[in-house]
């Protein structure tokens, strides 16, 4: 039952997800706005897109951030962690319970770009960082490329046994997308504040969401009276 339930959540919100990938596109191009600081931002995604296909692809160095964000999440949930394992290609964690948010959390939260903003944040109540930001910018774009290239060649290379876990993987890749596109959009605001509206964007996506189940809504009500 609650599979089906899942899967029900999951069909409604297809086009949330849609129209939430669409308005990121409209996000991105804002950041043009301030053409410097978006070049160094996707300049650091575009570095370590080549690094990653042409010469490393840190497949360690992910299965390490992926246990880990699982062990983190558990922890936050109020689980126990018995043992986590890291290997070259793969790796696992024991708890003594779960739930989706725990076996999904590695696929939308960035572990490396959360550590290094941290960091970052921490350093900067103590020493002046200003200087670095653009630094800082390359580094958030070349994280945060990292855990989207590494997260889709995961899903896709492999069967994830995650993903059933979770709760079917209709449900979980939904789940992937749209939590991904909404934090994208989070750190565009974070480094974007003055040119980004999250509010006016997410009402662009409630709204095309809400307006396109009220056009298929009404043409199945239309084709049910027909045919009566």
Known sequence: ????????????????VVFA?????????????????????????GVYSIIHYAWY??????????EMTHALAAFLCGYRVHQISVRKESGFVKMDQTNAFVVLAPYFIPFYTVVFAFLYLVIGLFIDLTPYSRYMLF??????????????????????????????????????????????????????????????????VLRGTLNLWRIIVNYIIEQIINAV
């Open 1 to 16: 039952m609650a599979r089906l339930v899942k899967f029900f959540i999951a069909f409604v919100l297809l086009p949330t």
């Open 21 to 45: 990938a669409v308005e990121l596109v409209h996000l991105f191009a804002a950041i043009f706005s301030q053409w410097k600081m978006a070049v160094l931002l996707l300049a650091g995604a």
């Open 57 to 66: 692809n840190f497949s360690r160095m992910y299965v390490f951030g992926h």
């Open 139 to 204: 580094a958030i774009g070349f994280l945060t490329a990292f855990h989207l290239i590494q997260t889709f060649q995961t899903l896709w290379e492999a069967d994830q046994p995650d993903l059933k876990l979770a709760g079917g993987k209709i449900f979980s890749l939904v789940t992937i997308l749209l939590v991904n596109l909404i934090l994208l959009a989070c750190v565009l605001k974070i480094l974007f504040p003055q040119v980004i509206s999250l509010t006016q964007a997410g009402l662009h």
